[in-house]
């Protein structure tokens, strides 16, 4: 098909939205390192992780063999509400920057919660409701997960109990608001509510949180409630295998024009935007059937991929959650406040850190004044005001737009849009007043959190 007949958004229809879930460890030569347990560095069994996930949801954590799973129908009926969402070729940025490239966008922030997020949060919900359960527990960040979650919750009935980084909270009030709106309680985290939250406050004074401190108040809650279970938005394997999705779909939209990508592109910060859009592509390399050149987009101030240790590690600041073996920053370690909340977690999906590792993807991180700078330039010629997270993916969009620029090479570049960020207009604010700073964590800082890492014989 002749390339002015490719319109600006390219839509599935209902009945060519996938049915099943594409699972990438099926394809992995290199499995990811099971989960063990924190006590006797033995490989977590479904019996243990009962205790604090729901059942079906454990099956899908441990599955390495079924490349394909079935999306129940309850959970594609909801999907239908804001699925298939657009892939947008994006014209005006091209002709913006005068680059021969051609750059597209899966576009996930087309429902209420603001993002990709609602993908999981919906199927988590529906297997906890399977289950008979009266609630779930979880973190999160920038309050995209947490809104998804509560959105999920109270569609389907069940209780949800939100902790929210602090710095999150004190930053996005109304990203907290939609929560409650929902009927989730929603506290700032660390909080004094929990063991875990008076330990790590007592430890950090004045702390602004992290993921890693937020997860351990949720487990905490969701183990001493009966009735609830713990959910999370990121890093998990059934997290990834559900976020595939958005790679199924946008795989599904660029055969239809007969569009081959050269390049995908996708922020990182747990890995679920980014392990979701990438899923069959790398599927395919894994296969040999194509190739691919896949870059991950992190935060210089949480430089997990770029500057952290493949080890196992604790996915929590409390150290009560299972040891995962992943590219991590130290599960003490405590970013910077910047505004890029839903990045700002100490490890990497292992399903990704394994890809990165076996050189299957690349990685590179960007300093955040760089990515609002990107953000601004693409909502002033695309028209969508994008979250500071998926900006991270539009900075190195750019950057590699302006390559071929350079070049003369007519790459094809797909990127994640993760989100919106109508919720984000005080780091807006402060990159426009000039009060936004760039932190980048020192090699003697991280030294000394990766030397606390567990030792795993």
């Given amino acids: 098909m002749s390339e002015n007949k490719i319109p600006y958004k390219i839509y599935l229809e209902e009945d060519e939205m996938p049915k099943a879930w594409y699972n990438v460890r099926a394809d992995m030569k290199n499995k990811p390192a099971p989960l063990l347990n924190p006590g006797t560095h033995q ?26 799973i079935e999306i129940p129908q309850e959970i594609r009926d909801f999907y239908k509400m804001y699925r298939p969402s657009p892939l947008v070729r994006a014209y005006c940025l091209e002709e913006k920057l005068q680059t021969p490239a051609k750059i597209y966008y899966k576009f996930e922030g087309n429902n209420t919660s603001g993002s990709h997020k609602l993908n999981s949060a919906i199927a988590q919900a529906y297997y906890a409701k399977k289950q008979g359960l009266k609630g779930v527990t979880t973190e999160t960040g920038a309050g995209q997960w947490g809104t998804a979650l509560s959105m999920a919750c109270s569609y389907l009935g069940l209780d949800c109990k939100v902790f929210m980084v602090k710095v999150s909270y004190e930053q996005k009030p109304f990203r907290r608001e939609v929560m409650r709106t929902y ?41 001493k409630n009966p009735g609830y279970r713990y959910v999370l938005g990121s890093v998990l394997n059934q997290v990834l295998l559900h976020q595939s999705v958005i790679g199924l779909e946008t795989k599904a939209a660029l055969d239809k024009y007969g569009i081959k990508p050269d390049m995908i592109i996708g922020c990182a910060g747990g890995g679920s935007n980014l392990g979701g859009l990438i899923s069959p592509f790398m599927g395919e390399k ?3 059937e194509a190739d691919y050149e896949f870059i991950a987009v992190e935060p210089a101030s949480c430089p997990s991929f770029t500057r952290g ?3 196992y590690d604790f996915a929590d600041t409390g150290m009560v959650c299972p040891l995962a073996k992943m590219y991590t920053l130290g599960s003490d370690f405590i970013p910077s406040a910047n505004h890029a909340g839903g990045l700002r977690y100490h490890g990497m999906s292992p399903i990704l850190s394994q890809l990165y590792d076996d050189g299957l993807m690349k990685a590179v991180s960007v300093e955040q004044t760089k990515v609002f700078e990107a953000a601004e330039q693409f909502a002033r010629v695309e028209g969508i005001l994008p979250a500071p997270e998926s900006s991270h993916a539009i ?37 426009h007043n000039g009060e936004m700073e760039d932190y980048i964590p020192t090699d003697e800082e991280l030294a000394k959190y990766a030397a606390k890492l567990p030792k795993i014989d």
Wanted: aromatic share 8%; net charge negative.
């Fill in 395 to 431: 900075r190195v969009a750019i950057d590699e737009a302006l390559k071929c620029k350079e070049t003369g090479e007519e790459k094809t570049i797909v990127f994640g849009l993760t989100g919106t960020g109508y919720f984000d207009m005080v780091a807006y604010e402060k990159f």
């Fill in 43 to 68: 490989p977590m069994t479904a019996e243990e992780l009962e205790g604090v996930f729901c059942a079906d949801l454990v099956a899908q954590e441990l599955d390495n063999d079924n490349a394909y």
């Fill in 183 to 223: 009927g989730a309680s929603v506290t700032p985290s660390p909080s004094m509510d929990t063991e875990i939250g008076k330990k790590i406050n007592a430890e950090h004074p004045g702390t602004s949180g992290s993921l890693g401190c937020a997860i351990s108040e949720a487990v905490e809650v969701a183990v």
């Fill in 286 to 288: 894994l296969r040999g």
């Fill in 309 to 311: 240790v493949f080890a």
